[in-house]
């Protein structure tokens, strides 16, 4: 577990019967030369002592968020900056439901809330506590939210009953940490691009032909492929979303502009074409402002297609080239038609015929469509999801 190594790794032991297991957690991320510190909730003590865990893991024992001694050495930003990975094992339902309330009421959720850090979930708990509806929202939440989760189990439990929410064991925990962790590494190696948004296409100054495109899923994309490593960089037409300052922004307003800021930023080894490029322009733009007449005739010209372009560039086509198809009506055909046009390797298609979901909507619902001819459905979900399902299907394709 080459990638373990070296690595600091801050783990959370909450209040429940799995928490015996953080033991063996700690003795394997030692043995594979992690540093770690640790936080006991207030409960988590009533299971495994903070001796035995600071036996273990040869490392700080952090519990109660106004211990003097321990913020006057390390106060819980700096906490939570320290780690690479913040591991939260076992999450018990009361720890769950707090972090998708965005609770800071003890040392742990603080931390958690403060961090920048990837944040790995192990849930822990009773099968019907698992099950209840509100469990399941909070996960849907904390997913929506970027945590990354680890099981749980089905399995025998300690309370005699038999389903799923059991802990997943030491060794598949620091697996599933250790394959994280070599995902990022190839991933930090390569480049990716997104487009996003709509494009403006002007008749004069002040009118222009554009479309609903709010440029959320593009965005949320572009976010996705960062927390997974990628070099990213986001060509982005107008629109008023903010992203972080470790995406490179490139911000412009036609389809000729963009078409230029992606020829200046190949080549790269991923190519995510979301954005919603207006297919035509004015064949010939008014220096003034046209006045308002009975009828106005406009003669209009075909924009550069910027998707197969790159698609179908011999020296500097990505590795991978993914366009979006936004459908109104025979989606499936559609889409197969714009993949074999296009020379793409995935074609994401949606149906915006839906007001609920795609354009300006942050719900999205979309099937994927491959050039092996296979297709899967990703049933409506937050656009945050969504993306995170789509980069997931790039790592599976990359590596």
């Given at each position: 577990m080459k990638n373990l190594k070296d690595k600091k790794i801050l783990l959370i032991i909450c209040g429940g019967i799995s928490a015996y297991k953080s033991l063996e957690t700690i003795r394997i991320l030692k043995k594979n030369s992690c540093e770690i510190r640790t936080i006991l909730t207030k409960n988590a003590k009533e299971f495994?002592?903070?001796?035995?865990?600071?036996?273990l893991s040869q490392g700080k024992v952090y519990d109660d968020l106004f211990n003097i001694e321990n913020e006057s050495e390390m106060d819980h930003i700096a906490l939570s900056r320290w780690a690479d990975i913040i591991l939260v094992a076992p999450a018990t339902a009361n720890t769950i439901s707090k972090l998708a309330k965005g609770s800071s009421e003890d040392l742990a959720s603080t931390v958690v809330l403060a961090s920048n850090k990837p944040i790995f979930l192990v849930p822990a708990m009773n099968v019907r506590m698992w099950e209840h509806s509100s469990t399941q929202e909070n996960m849907r939440i904390l997913k929506n939210f970027s945590y990354k989760i680890i099981g749980p189990e089905i399995g025998e439990m300690a309370c005699g009953e038999y389903g799923e929410g059991k802990m997943s064991e030491p060794i598949d925990i620091v697996n599933s940490l250790e394959s994280y962790l070599s995902m990022i590494g190839k991933n930090r190696k390569l480049k990716a691009l997104?487009?996003?948004?709509?494009?403006?296409?002007?008749?004069?100054?002040?009118?222009?032909?554009?479309?609903?495109?709010?440029?959320?899923?593009?965005?949320?994309?572009?976010?996705?492929l960062l927390r997974n490593g990628f070099q990213t960089t986001l060509i982005s037409g107008p629109t008023n979303l903010k992203i972080g300052e470790e995406i490179k922004v490139v911000k412009v307003e036609t389809a000729e502009q963009m078409f230029k800021e992606t020829q200046k930023n190949l080549p790269v080894d991923v190519a995510v074409f979301s954005a919603a490029v207006a297919d035509f322009k004015i064949y010939q733009k008014s220096e003034i402002k046209i006045k308002k007449e009975d009828k106005?005739?406009?003669?209009?010209?075909?924009?550069?297609?910027?998707?197969?372009?790159?698609?179908?560039?011999?020296?500097?086509?990505?590795?991978?080239?993914?366009?979006?198809?936004?459908?109104?009506?025979?989606?499936?055909?559609n889409a197969i038609k714009k993949l074999k046009d296009k020379n793409c390797d995935m074609i994401i298609a949606n149906d915006v015929s839906n007001q609920k979901i795609g354009f300006n909507s942050d719900l999205n619902e979309v099937t994927i469509f491959y050039k092996d001819n296979k297709k899967e459905k990703l049933l409506t979900k937050e656009k945050s999801l969504i993306s995170e399902q789509i980069v997931e299907r790039i790592n599976n394709q990359l590596n």
């Open positions: 495994v002592t903070p001796l035995s865990v600071a036996s997104v487009t996003a948004g709509p494009t403006n296409e002007y008749l004069d100054p002040v009118r222009f032909i554009t479309n609903k495109s709010s440029g959320k899923q593009g965005y949320e994309i572009a976010k996705s106005l005739e406009l003669k209009l010209e075909k924009n550069v297609d910027i998707l197969k372009y790159v698609s179908n560039h011999n020296s500097m086509r990505p590795k991978l080239v993914i366009g979006f198809a936004a459908e109104t009506n025979d989606l499936e055909n």
